[in-house]
């Protein structure tokens, strides 16, 4: 199939144009680099051998999305594209619902006036919001998120659920019998293999894996631990970390799925294990070879206890399961961070 990649030039979207490809399908770039550079997309040419129809373009820009889509006419869209810092959201919240919520609905539109059926979205087990108790499932209710960027999150799969829910009842053409797939991830951390693609975050990272990758090569003087006095068997938060390879090999399979089907489709990428803070900080002191350095701070605000995936509906429908584990995913996060210790930047 040919897929269209929103935001393919990010973290996510790189490693997912890798196993695309390697899965024999065809890719096509949509990006406009805001978080991201467009050497991501010349290393994944350079790993696979294979080569990347690449287009520098805001997807809230209907005229020239319009144009890209009905040039590129793809059997699936996959939509990566947003912004997705936490806390920037809660300083930028019109921001962050004009551009996520806004690249959505064009989407949705551009679809429909060219008669494209499919697309996988990228979401998070943050719409799990504060209540629910893990392992979630797609069958919980959403919770009540903690920001607006989890709000983004919750609203973009309302808006795609209602359009998919007109769509089966509208035999005019267009985009009659959507498919949609909504993709909740858990923590995406680690890097393609090759240490040739990975997360590059600009300024000082928000997120745990990154920022230990950044003291182990020396950026950063310490990490903080954001409070151990949880309760969990060491104090500190669990979540359930994710290997990006794994990620994307599921959005391949979620992305045959949704060609495949009409509907709408909610499905976790988690592994279904979790991790405390204290363990990955320990995972990566083995994977680079000396200790992490760390000290205990007060706990974060907004921050969940426990996040873990039930990992069952993603096997189930899609047949794919997470095959990497932690040791893997701070060998391959130190391999990228250690061959390339500025990012895409040097
Ligand atoms: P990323 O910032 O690396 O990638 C997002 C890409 O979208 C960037 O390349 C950015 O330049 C691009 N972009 C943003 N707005 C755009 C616009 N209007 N037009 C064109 N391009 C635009 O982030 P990521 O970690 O790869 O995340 C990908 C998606 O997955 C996002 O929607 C994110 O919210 C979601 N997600 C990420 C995580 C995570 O922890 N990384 C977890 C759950 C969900
Ligand atoms: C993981 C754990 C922190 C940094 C976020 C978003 C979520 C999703 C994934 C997009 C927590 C602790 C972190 C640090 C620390 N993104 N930590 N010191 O918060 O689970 O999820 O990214 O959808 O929506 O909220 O990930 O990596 O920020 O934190 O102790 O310097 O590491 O308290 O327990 P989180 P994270």
Request: hydrophobic letters at 35%; glycine letters at 10%.
């Amino acid at each position: 199939m040919k897929a269209l990649l929103t935001g393919g030039a990010g973290y996510i979207g790189s490693h997912t144009a890798v196993a695309m490809l390697e899965a024999g399908h065809e890719v096509a770039v949509v990006d406009n680099y805001y978080n991201s550079s467009e050497e991501a997309i010349r290393r994944v040419e350079k790993i696979t051998g294979k080569s990347v129809s690449m287009y520098e373009a805001d997807v809230a820009d209907k005229s020239k999305m319009k144009e890209i889509l009905a040039g590129e006419m793809p059997d699936c869209i996959i939509h990566f594209a947003g912004l997705k810092a936490v806390g920037e959201s809660v300083e930028k919240p019109v921001e962050y619902y004009r551009n996520n919520i806004d690249t959505t609905l064009t989407l949705l539109e551009c679809m429909k006036e060219l008669g494209l059926g499919n697309i996988v979205f990228s979401s998070s087990a943050t719409v799990y919001g504060e209540d629910n108790i893990p392992p979630f499932t797609e069958n919980m209710p959403k919770g009540s998120c903690t920001n607006p960027y989890g709000w983004t999150k919750w609203m973009q799969e309302q808006i795609l659920t209602d359009a998919q829910k007109a769509s089966a009842g509208d035999a005019s053409g267009g985009s009659a019998g959507l498919s949609v797939v909504l993709l909740r991830y858990f923590n995406p951390v680690g890097a393609h293999e090759s240490g040739l693609i990975g997360e590059d975050p600009k300024g000082i990272p928000n997120n745990l894996m990154p920022y230990i990758s950044q003291v182990a090569v020396g950026r950063r003087d310490h990490l903080t631990v954001f409070g151990n006095d949880y309760d969990t068997p060491d104090g500190t938060c669990r979540r359930d970390y994710i290997h990006v390879m794994d990620l994307a090999e599921g959005h391949v399979k979620a992305a045959e799925y949704c060609a495949a089907h009409k509907g709408t489709e909610v499905i976790n990428l988690g592994t279904g294990e979790p991790y405390s803070v204290l363990d990955m900080v320990k995972a990566f002191g083995e994977a680079c070879g000396k200790p992490v350095k760390y000290e205990i701070g007060p706990r974060r605000a907004g921050d969940v206890q426990d996040s873990w995936a039930d990992a069952d509906k993603a096997k189930e429908l899609l047949g794919w399961k997470a095959s990497r584990g932690i040791r893997e995913i701070c060998r391959d996060a130190w391999k990228w961070q250690s061959s390339n210790p500025e990012g895409y930047g040097k």
